[in-house]
């Protein structure tokens, strides 16, 4: 667009034509105060803080309604604009309570700010405060409506941002108060985005509220450890006599791949941490009962077993199950222990997404993958199955503001109604099962028409929609589990035609596609490499088994037939997902590490207590294959990160861990000493040597060391780890030549906007927000599991 | 002559001595002297252990602000806040210090946590033997630092509850 000149306080300076004042400023690092404006939603005007003075206009006018134009000339500090605002905040604080004691805003409250900013802090009404008592409008849910100043940020975040409408204004002037859309409650998404949006203390959050002040806590940015998507999350902690206690998640910085956004998950599903049932000591079954026991004897006994069962028998006769919630460094070191130490290729996960398929269609083709900041961008969306509302919260957000702010065109073809084919420019319902035939007509095949069309969507809708698609640029498709093998390779084959198309192959947990990428596979090394290649994994590893090994289902029917002597469950829990019947594994030795006693514990004869992803640092890939930074927030005495688990397993086995972990490399410096006394010299030469991943490792528990490996062998993970330790994301590349799989081997988590597999089961406020949808009259349907 | 002068400096010095000798004592006879603070004397504003305050309804004035903490600067107030419910209401405010400690070892009787207070809660009481042979004694809790309840409400076993009810007695409490 064409600049446009503008003199801000004396500053000459351009901006593009189209843009709003206060953003003008904002840019040329001008401070205008604002209450109701927030970037991304629609206009309010409603606060009157921004007010500047354009010269040529009698009165001040709001910055963030007005439009920059050419040869402006604006003020945005005098003692008329000062007085302005001063009486502003007055007017605000004139039914205000004096309650910042107790607020949970104050420490971090926009009116606090102003208020000491413009000195108004004396109040000149005598008029006796409209006080209403507080509502809880649902389980996370609170409002203390004096506290309220009227800036309708939640309405529209809630409205616009989420597309969920549960939150209207009532009354007109004064009289105003926001409430909820249906009756006394709400009847909503329950993302908490309203809470974290209001600039007061007004809405306040169920998990959070009246337990601290914000500079009572540390704040740590990690990623939220319940869907693909990857939010960044900040958990506020604090000391608790168990350790470090979780007890608030939000996005205070909104650098993360979400913005502005987080589901109910990442923001309130954090306290499954300290769940009372958490198992806080090592058990090992005695006489038929689960009994404490130390971890010494714990791992006496797994090293023993193991180090017998493999000396007997051979490899082939443990299995391993890896999780899709540990982090990248713990699947690889988990994978490389099994190929390694125990010399079995019986390493397998519970599959969400067909990857290894998705990095054989892609195969050859560069920058063919979206990162999730790209969805945002497309100028073109297809979305083909799953529903990302309920499954991919983030996904749908960044969907539906790239449609709202963008004018991005969305393509929706679903065999449900789902609730984005609000925001598509067509909407394709197909039957359900039909997506690969849906595929087949987007490739031309017009016989399998009779198939697709319904009375919702006739054949013309069907051939327009194809034409479209034809028809656009730099598409990104995004499709769910319903696609897998061959048909995805035919979708990849028939996008890749639009020119700059790019792909998404959605997984559901918080690291299934990074458990993918590091090779839980009985057939594939991490980066997709068949086990019958890996040159460099052999000469790096020195050797591995060469045949593929047994898959979960087929390791189940091993230890039937007597042949699976132990079984190693790490961080899963597939006894309840694959329907295992538990006395299939009564002769194996089974050994499992999890937070909670969960169905596979009663298979299991040692049960080790693990630690979740807030719980220790590595790094996650979500389903777009952004690459990002877990760091430590909370503690539980008793417990240890699965890392450390397995090295020390290795070891009892008599294995070397320098060749497990390549601990003790980087670079021994000098750290400064010999420089004086500089100071600052030697902290930058180690944020130096941090950045460049030179850093010494001390520890074979360190999962940095095994960052260092994983970036070396493992293709499309060669990113800067300067930008990583900044915590910025990182997209990585699908490589390798990948493999056909069973499609039957996936099984999707199906779950919901409110469950998390089994640790959603654990979650208090997933579980408060259930009971109380579960109390009410159910109106609209449910989508189904 | 020599001698004389010598005789007169002792003289001078001895004056001095005797002078002082017959007026009143300034140094207080502690730990020896009278009454219940044998022979201690405080200046009004004297800062000594503190005392958290309660409201005339006998309920605690501390809201778990945590401002006292965040002004402290040896940084030896720990707190944890909780709600107030209907069936247990600590506070007049929605919250209340569930834990509210002072660390004796730190403090420097600064009265800074008094300065801060919006409420208050907090304030310097006149306690000052501290002594201890073992400093985790010096860990004071809430229960300890708080006022004693209003006579009005019972803490004064002269009035029980049965009186009380029957319309309080026009009684001060201690310390208001
Ligand atoms: S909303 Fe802000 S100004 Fe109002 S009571 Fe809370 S902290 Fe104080
Ligand atoms: S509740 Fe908060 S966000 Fe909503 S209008 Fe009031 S002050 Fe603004
Ligand atoms: S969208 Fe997914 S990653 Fe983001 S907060 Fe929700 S559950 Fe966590
Ligand atoms: S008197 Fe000073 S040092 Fe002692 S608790 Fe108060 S603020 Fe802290
Ligand atoms: S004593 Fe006063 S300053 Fe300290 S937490 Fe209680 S109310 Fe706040
Ligand atoms: S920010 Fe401009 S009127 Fe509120």
């Known amino acids: 667009m064409a600049d446009v000149n503008i003199t801000l306080d004396g500053k000459k300076l351009t901006a593009p034509a189209g843009t709003l004042l206060i953003e003008a400023c904002k840019n040329a690092g001008i401070e205008v105060p604002s209450f109701c404006y927030y970037p991304g939603f629609s206009l309010q005007g409603a606060c009157r803080m921004c007010l500047v003075k354009i010269e040529k206009v009698p009165k001040l006018q709001t910055a963030c309604t007005t439009v920059i134009g050419e040869g402006m000339i604006v003020t945005t500090d005098s003692p008329e604009i000062h007085q302005a605002r001063k009486s502003m905040v007055e007017l605000l604080l004139g039914n205000h309570p004096l309650d910042c004691p107790v607020c949970d805003a104050g420490g971090e409250c926009e009116l606090q700010d102003m208020t000491f900013a413009y000195g108004a802090a004396e109040s000149k009404y005598i008029d006796i405060k409209n006080h209403r008592e507080e509502q809880q409008w649902s389980p996370v849910v609170y409002f203390d409506r004096p506290r309220c100043i009227l800036c309708y940020r939640c309405v529209r975040v809630c409205g616009e941002g989420m597309d969920v409408w549960a939150l209207g204004i009532q009354n007109r002037g004064v009289a105003s108060v926001i409430a909820p859309n249906k009756e006394d409650h709400l009847e909503c998404e329950e993302c908490g985005m309203c809470i974290d949006i209001c600039p007061v203390g007004a809405l306040t959050s169920g998990a959070y509220r009246y337990k601290t002040r914000p500079w009572e806590m540390k704040h740590i940015d990690t990623t939220c450890t319940h869907c693909g998507d990857g939010c960044r999350t900040t958990l506020g902690v604090r000391r608790a006599d168990t350790g470090i206690e979780i007890v608030r998640g939000d996005n205070r910085d909104k650098s993360g791949i979400n913005g502005d956004f987080l589901c109910i998950k990442g923001r309130y599903a954090f306290d499954f941490v300290d769940n009372e049932q958490r198992i806080k000591q090592p058990l090992i079954r005695k006489d038929g009962r689960l009994t404490p026991s130390s971890w010494e004897e714990a791992f006496e006994l797994i090293g023993r077993r193991f180090a017998e069962i493999c000396g007997r028998e051979g490899g082939r006769a443990i299995g391993v199950i890896g999780s899709s919630k540990t982090s990248n460094e713990e699947n690889y070191l988990l994978q490389k222990f099994a190929r390694v130490v125990l010399g079995t290729n019986n390493i397998d996960h519970h599959r969400t997404g067909d990857f290894p398929a998705f990095a054989r269609a892609l195969a050859g083709k560069l920058d063919a993958t979206a990162s999730m900041r790209d969805v945002f961008k497309a100028p073109a969306m297809l979305v083909i199955g799953n529903d990302p509302t309920n499954q991919h919260p983030l996904l749908a957000w960044q969907i539906r503001n790239n449609v709202r702010l963008h004018r991005s065109r969305l393509y929706v073809i679903n065999s449900q109604p789902i609730k984005l084919r609000r925001q598509a420019t067509a909407f394709a319902h197909i039957p359900a099962g039909s997506e690969a035939k849906l595929v087949a007509l987007l490739a031309g095949d017009d016989s399998v028409l009779d198939v697709l069309v319904s009375e919702n969507t006739p054949r013309e809708a069907l051939l327009s929609l194809r034409d479209r698609l034809r028809g656009e640029q730099n598409l990104v498709i995004i499709f769910g589990a319903e696609l897998r093998g061959e048909e995805m390779a035919r979708l990849v084959k028939v996008g890749s035609a639009v020119s700059g198309a790019k792909f998404v192959c959605l997984g559901d947990y918080a690291n299934s596609r990074g458990a993918a990428d590091m090779g839980l596979y009985p057939d594939l090394l991490p980066g997709y490499l068949p086990v019958t290649q890996g040159k460099t994994f052999r000469e790096e590893w020195g050797g591995l088994p060469d045949a593929p090994g047994l898959t979960i289902p087929q390791m189940v029917d091993a230890a039937k037939a007597g042949q699976l002597k132990a079984l190693y469950v790490v961080g899963a829990n597939p006894v309840a997902r694959f329907n295992i019947d538990p006395f299939a594994f009564a002769k194996s030795f089974v050994v499992m590490q999890d937070m909670f006693l969960t169905e596979t514990a009663l298979i299991a004869d040692v049960v080790l207590p693990g630690a979740n992803a807030y719980e220790k640092s590595g790094t996650f890939t979500n389903t777009c294959g952004d690459l990002q930074l877990l760091r430590k927030a909370g503690e539980v005495t008793g417990t240890k990160p699965d890392f450390e688990i397995i090295v020390r397993i290795a070891e009892r086995m008599g294995f070397d861990v320098r060749k497990l972990v390549p601990f003790g490399g980087g670079m021994w410096a000098d750290m400064g000493q010999s420089r004086g006394a500089q100071s600052g010299e030697a902290d930058r030469h180690s944020v130096w040597l941090e950045a460049h991943g030179l850093e010494t490792k001390l520890s074979p528990f360190d999962p940095m060391a095994i960052l260092d490996e994983i970036q070396r062998l493992v293709p499309g993970y060669h990113v800067s780890r300067r930008t990583l330790l900044s915590g910025t994301d990182q997209h990585t590349r699908i490589g390798g030549p990948g493999i056909l799989h069973n499609p039957e081997l996936i099984v999707p988590a199906n779950d919901d906007l409110f469950t998390s597999g089994t640790l959603g089961r654990y979650s208090r406020a997933l579980n408060s927000v259930l009971e109380n949808q579960r109390r009410k009259p159910v109106e609209t349907e449910v989508a189904a599991d | ?176």
């Open chain 2, 1 to 176: 002559m020599c001698i004389l002068r010598d005789i007169a400096a002792i003289a001078k010095g001895m004056s001095v001595t005797f002078r002082e000798m017959f007026r009143p004592t300034i140094v207080e006879n502690y730990p020896k002297g009278p009454g219940p603070l044998r022979g201690a004397r405080f200046e009004e504003r004297y800062r000594g252990v503190h005392v958290l305050q309660r409201d005339e309804n006998g309920l605690e004035k501390c809201v778990a602000c945590f401002l006292c903490a965040a002004a402290c600067p040896s940084n030896c107030i720990y707190i944890e806040a909780a709600e107030n419910t209907a069936e247990h209401r600590v506070s007049g405010a929605e919250r209340y210090a569930q834990v509210y400690n002072i660390d004796y070892n730190r403090c420097i009787f600064c009265g800074y946590c008094v300065e801060a207070c919006p409420t208050d809660a907090i304030t310097h009481g006149h306690g000052f033997e501290l002594a201890t042979f073992n400093v985790s004694n010096l860990i004071y809790r809430k229960e300890q630092l708080l006022a004693p309840r209003p006579a009005h409400l019972g803490a004064n076993a002269v009035f029980n509850r049965a009186e009380v009810e029957g319309g309080a007695p026009p009684v001060v409490a201690p310390g208001e």
